[in-house]
């Protein structure tokens, strides 16, 4: 069953259409042997690049810039899929969030938390283009004070029709950050993951969840699901070394759980930007020692400093 689930995701990444609502994966009947080959049991890897309206601003407005860069990116290790992660919540210093986009005309009533509009990035503009292109998306969310579940809900109203969605994340940093211990986010329980993942699911059950922090601590304790990502995007070292023993022991903290890592942010720049081809680089670095690994991501902040091809 767990080689059926990870089969039918990777048809969605290769752009099949989502499966109806009404049919839920798990009921499904056992599928064929599939034809013998390398990806025929292993899930896909996703490799790409986070964006968000404050990263990068002076490509806010060049969608095509980002999908080129995912493309290339990905390109660089055999059999992986182009993934942008596309931040369409901003977390306020007033401890709410801000969603990037309109109110669905048929919301009605308070939304405790969030505040709608139009952001600097064109997020309806850009799936359209991931659409054309082949590049596939998750949508995250700095949801501050408001109701996780509440974000999933608005933004699937907004972007259900967009094939390049495969799912949804939390950054949890930005998980009730206002009064948490260091402004670093609050823990996220094993209800409230349990309740996002069963909410995404509902959606399309091919659709993953994606939770982050550099803090292991601040992962659900126990909840796990085989659509549930777990990311590092720890940063800060004096070294590769360094670097990678940290993420090394982000995946050995969750060795059952899928694992993805987000990386190349400005204050590691004095020991990346020594390595050839960085992006690449240290994708295969983390590659060679954590084979299961689900996503590598590049940062914004640095995205425009970079090559992501050979």
């Known amino acids: 069953m767990r080689n059926l689930l990870w089969i039918v995701l990777a048809a969605v990444a290769a752009g099949c259409p989502q499966a ?34 404050y990263g990068c601003p ?14 290339a990116y990905a390109a660089g290790f055999p059999g992986a899929r182009p993934l942008v992660v596309e931040i369409i919540s901003t977390y306020q210093d007033d401890g709410t969030t801000h969603l990037e986009f309109a109110r669905p005309a048929d919301v009605a009533g308070p939304m405790p938390g969030i505040r709608f509009g139009p952001g600097r990035v064109d997020h309806e503009r850009a ?6 292109r082949g590049v596939k998306v998750l949508l995250q969310f700095e949801s501050g004070s408001a109701d996780g579940a509440a974000c999933l809900d608005l933004a699937w109203r907004t972007f259900k ?64 699901h085989p659509h549930l990502w777990l990311v590092s995007d720890s940063q800060q070292f004096r070294s590769r070394a360094e670097w990678l ?24 720049q004095p020991w990346w930007s020594k390595e050839r081809s960085p992006p690449r680089t240290l994708g295969r670095a983390l590659l060679d020692k954590i084979p299961g690994c689900r996503c590598l991501l590049w940062v914004d902040f640095t995205a425009d400093q970079v090559a992501f091809g050979s």
């Open 245 to 268: 023993k940290d993420l090394t022991g982000w995946a050995e903290t969750f060795p059952k759980s899928a694992t993805g890592f987000q990386f190349g942010y400005p204050k590691d």
């Open 127 to 132: 799936l359209s283009l991931y659409d054309r």
């Open 161 to 224: 029709a967009h094939p390049c969605l495969i799912g949804f994340g939390f950054d949890a940093e930005w998980y009730f950050t206002k009064g948490s211990p260091k402004e670093e986010g609050r823990p996220i329980p094993d209800a409230d993951a349990r309740r996002f993942m069963e909410k995404v699911l509902a959606f399309n059950p091919d659709f993953v969840l994606f939770l982050k922090h550099w803090d292991a601590s601040h992962m659900p304790p126990a909840y796990r």
């Open 58 to 71: 002076a490509k806010n407005t060049d969608d095509a810039w980002w999908a080129d860069r995912a493309t």
């Open 20 to 53: 109806p609502l009404s049919a839920p994966l798990l009921s499904a009947a056992p599928a064929a042997a599939p034809a013998a080959g390398p990806s025929a049991a292993q899930p896909p890897l996703w490799v790409g690049l986070r964006r968000s309206s």
